[in-house]
């Protein structure tokens, strides 16, 4: 088993950053495929970006090209996304997800291991 636990988010203003964490435990060596998603009530679960474990891919959802990047720590096991020139639309539920497939998926079904959670607010 693999446990995801997400920190870093928080209420902020249009225009300004904030910088996800998620710290990932257990049977990290089956980890292949880290990724972001997030979530608004009522709505599906949206990609948001994904990167290896090798770090040598990584996708971006279009709404957030150019202003989110994500990144991975391996010594630590950690998984970032720096979010900068946020916006009220990005407001959503953000979850890290674990997938044992070595390449950048958009499929929320093919990530195996999901985190609680972390609620981003952008006020205008």
């Known amino acids: 088993q693999v446990q995801l636990v997400e920190s870093g988010g928080g209420l902020v203003q249009a225009g300004g950053s904030l910088r996800l964490s998620c710290a990932a435990s257990g049977r990290t060596f089956s980890i292949a495929t880290m990724a972001w998603f997030r979530q608004v009530p009522g709505q599906e679960r949206e990609f948001v970006a994904a990167?290896?474990?090798?770090?040598?891919?990584?996708s971006y959802a279009d709404s957030v090209k150019g202003r989110f990047t994500i990144s991975r720590d391996n010594v630590k096991n950690t998984v970032y996304l720096q979010m900068n020139s946020l916006k009220p639309e990005d407001t959503a539920v953000y979850y890290c997800?674990?997938?044992?497939?070595?390449?950048?998926?958009?499929?929320?079904?093919?990530?195996?291991?999901w985190g609680q959670g972390t609620q981003v607010t952008v006020s205008s």
């Open positions: 990167i290896t474990w090798s770090g040598d891919s990584t």
């Open positions: 997800a674990a997938a044992v497939v070595g390449v950048v998926v958009r499929d929320s079904r093919l990530y195996r291991y």
